[in-house]
């Protein structure tokens, strides 16, 4: 896939980018922007595990504010992600990016995309290109039978998509982005779409030409 539309639209929108071809690549480049000691956090993203960016994190070179330490209850994880608002580094995935330069993610608890939006110094995406799609709509249409069920399904939730590989949304004649099923286990509850940034720089996106999580 030629990302080069893509690259310069995301810089237009005052974002960072780099384009490599591999996963291991995106993980020497992410180490690049990673300064040692750095109090460094992610949200959860199958991307990131198949870079290997978890263990990067547990060498010891950062303070890695870690939501999947060994004993945390469910007070230890929300301190975490209460954390994570704080720290210098926040890593994530995304769900989709325009070839307008748009990020579109969708979260359940919004414990993923808060710090996008807003806290750390520093957010970096890693972005497979089986992420990239043309528009808003073709965003939200490849979240609702790509991304969303199968996280649903991988997180166990009892939803209509996990069992169906769709939202129950797309099942109408027009549906609109937010709707969805009325389980509590509902995992598409915030959408937030990031254009053009006012803090130039601070959103940096790694492009790989590998397809990468859901």
């Given amino acids: 896939m030629n990302f080069t ?11 960072e980018v780099y384009t490599v071809a591999s996963a291991t690549d995106a ?3 992410l180490k690049t922007l990673l300064p040692t000691g750095a109090s460094v956090s992610v949200g959860g ?7 290997g960016v978890l263990e990067l994190l547990k060498n010891g070179d950062y303070n890695y504010l870690d939501r999947y330490e060994a004993g945390l209850d469910a007070d230890g ?18 769900n989709a990016v325009t070839e307008n330069g748009e990020i579109f993610n969708v979260d359940g608890n919004a414990n993923r995309v808060a710090p996008i939006l807003f806290g750390p110094k520093s957010v970096i995406l ?5 992420k990239i799609v043309k528009d808003i709509e ?20 009892d939803t209509y998509c996990a ?17 969805g099923c009325n389980s509590d286990t509902r995992i598409c509850a915030d959408y937030v779409i990031c254009a053009r940034q ?17």
């Avoid at 539309?5 to 974002?15: D, F, R, S, W, Y």
């Avoid at 890693?126 to 089986?130: E, Q, T």
């Avoid at 073709?138 to 939730?157: D, Q, S, V, W, Y």
């Fill in 198 to 214: 006012r803090q130039k720089n601070r959103i940096k996106v790694i492009l790989v030409d590998e397809e990468l999580g859901f």
């Fill in 5 to 15: 539309n893509v690259e310069q639209a995301l810089k237009n929108n005052n974002m």
């Fill in 77 to 94: 994880i929300r301190n975490v992600m209460l954390r994570a608002l704080t720290a210098d580094v926040y890593i994530s995935g995304a």
């Fill in 138 to 157: 073709a965003a939200h249409i490849r979240i609702k039978t790509i991304a969303a069920p199968k996280n649903a399904k991988r997180l166990g939730c």
């Fill in 45 to 51: 993203s199958v991307t990131l595990a198949q870079c």
């Fill in 27 to 29: 993980l020497d480049t």
């Fill in 163 to 179: 069992k169906t590989g769709h939202c129950v949304a797309m099942e109408k004649e027009k549906p609109c982005i937010a709707d």
């Fill in 126 to 130: 890693l972005v497979g290109k089986n």
